[in-house]
């Protein structure tokens, strides 16, 4: 192609845009606020996931000895811990150890466990998982061992994070394609108006001999200027919407919402996968409501 052709197939479908610019300006307004949407779904359900992975790094499963735990028993317990196909890692506390770190943690009350006559507290074993699934499953087999005297785990908590996951990532599939046909009827809907407008003129260029890919060219670059300005405008506001919470959790005087805000991804790890997909899912649904848009009026 001839760089004076493309230049005015670029012209043309600019200049559609400007003829148009009520419903090009609608078009925009409505596949911006889907690539807001639709960004807000993705990025809720990454930080979801990214949550339930700092949960399963912070919690611990706590295994209690009973204290005439014989040795037979206890090497048994141990090696029921190794064969869990999820253990990540695993510590054997001691009764000295345990009441050296509760110690340290009295500070300056320390002396009422002096007083003491026995060491109350157990040993104990503190597993850490690969993942939160399956959890209830290793508590309910540890648990049932001899020597055993408890069990201590996350599991309300466990099972909270992944129900959530798992809804977040069907909400989030649903809500993409909803707005994927959303985004695709307001684009085509857009362009197929600029080609009714002009519907005689492509019968006469099409008589005369033009090419249909010189015919649909400019409504195809008409189609990827809608996109890319959308993706552009999403972009930006999503940037500002998502640094802005973050700051907001960062900042927050409860501990609880400060402690969320660590398993948050920043924005920075991601800008460029963000940008590249709207970018990409923009000037493609403009692309694509273009081409089915165009098809009818090129059959002559």
Known sequence: MKFSNFRYLVKDGAKNIWFNRLMSFASVGTLTACLILVGFAVLFSMNISSAVTYVEQQ???????????????????????????????????????????????????VSILSELDKNPYPASYRIKLEELE????????????????????????????????????????????????????????????????RRKEINIMKYVGAKDSFIWLPFIVEGMILGGISALLSYG?????????????????SSWIAGVSEAIIPFGNIWWCVLIGFVVFGIGMGVFGSLISTRKYLKV
């Open 59 to 109: 919690n611990e499963l706590v295994v209690f000895l009973k204290d005439d735990i014989t040795d037979d028993q206890k090497n048994a317990v141990e090696t029921q811990i190794n064969a869990l196909s999820s253990l990540k890692s695993y510590e054997y506390i001691s009764k000295e150890d345990a009441l050296e770190d509760q110690k340290e943690k009295y500070g300056d009350a």
């Open 134 to 197: 399956g959890m209830d499953t290793v508590v309910t087999e540890m648990q049932g061992m001899a020597g055993v005297e408890n069990v201590r785990a996350p599991t309300e908590v466990a099972n909270v994070m992944i129900n959530m996951k798992n809804i977040v990532t069907v909400i989030g599939i649903a809500i993409i394609l909803i707005l994927f046909v959303v985004s695709l009827v307001i684009i085509a809907n857009t362009i197929r108006i600029t080609v009714f407008s």
């Open 237 to 253: 506001v999503l940037w500002y919407a998502y640094d802005s919470i973050t700051k907001w959790l960062a900042t927050s005087s």
